[in-house]
């Protein structure tokens, strides 16, 4: 058998199913790896979504974003600045729209993006929705902290991005802002009113997909191309062999009884 494999017909199947194997491993790491963002996001979810909130200025300090603090449940005091924008093609509840997002300057702690939540298309493309304004004057916020998305790099219009990339973002508003967003739980004026908001993004999803699944069969894989070359020589040797050119067929028992 070893023999034949080295033949060039062979040889060549072999290196197939190396580069078949080789590319079967990356693939599964890379599934796993998807599986393994999943599961952190989860363990997050449990450390932080449901606690009591903390003092963004306690977390956030503008010298960057611990990726272990994501989804803690903030609060803030302070007001926002300026106009709100839309960032686009955003699901919620199986449906796409706008996110709106508003800069909120928080009281000596710097200013961050808040995610105020969702809103459905307009009737076009060029027509923005109506939302409700961001509340004036001094304004507590509760939230969970978010890091920031990487830019798509699209030029949007006026007031619209295509992600939450913070420093895009901030160049839109016209100020730094914190290396982390706050989706919106709730906000509360000073006279204790709670002002109307674009519709609250559904909770965060906690399920973990067919990633792990899919990385387990993709090196399972691995020597199926090997398995089939092993199967592939043997049968050839057998069919080269002598007694299996010439094959007797036993006589059946009508044959038999001709005969007779």
Request: charged share 20%; glycine share 10%.
């Amino acid at each position: 058998m070893l023999r034949r494999l080295v033949t060039w017909r062979w040889l060549g199947a072999l290196l197939a199913a190396a580069l078949y194997a080789v590319l079967s491993y990356h693939l599964g790491t890379w599934q796993w790896g998807r599986y393994e963002g999943k599961a952190y996001r989860n363990h997050l979810l449990d450390l932080h979504y449901a606690a009591d909130p903390r003092p963004i200025g306690g977390i956030l300090h503008g010298t960057g974003f611990d990726l272990a603090d994501e989804w803690t449940h903030v609060s803030a005091t302070g007001h926002y600045l300026g106009p709100q924008l839309f960032v686009r093609n955003r699901p919620n509840n199986g449906v796409y729209g706008y996110e709106v997002v508003a800069p909120f300057a928080v009281d000596g702690d710097g200013t961050v993006l808040v995610d105020r939540g969702w809103v459905d298309n307009g009737r076009t493309a060029r027509d923005l929705p109506d939302i409700p304004p961001a509340p004036t004057g001094t304004v507590t916020v509760t939230g969970w902290l978010k890091a920031g998305e990487p830019s798509l790099h699209r030029d949007m219009p006026a007031g619209q991005l295509a992600s939450i990339d913070l420093a895009e973002a901030g160049r839109e508003v016209g100020a730094g802002l914190l290396d982390a967003y706050v989706i919106l739980d709730s906000e509360r004026t000073a006279a204790g009113v709670t002002p109307p908001r674009p519709e609250p993004l559904a909770p965060p999803s906690r399920d973990l997909g067919p990633n792990q699944a899919y990385a387990f069969q993709w090196w399972g894989s691995m020597p199926v191309g090997f398995v089939l070359i092993f199967f592939g020589i043997r049968r050839e040797l057998r069919e080269e062999r002598p007694e299996a050119a010439v094959r007797v067929r036993k006589p059946s028992i009508w044959e038999e009884e001709d005969v007779d």
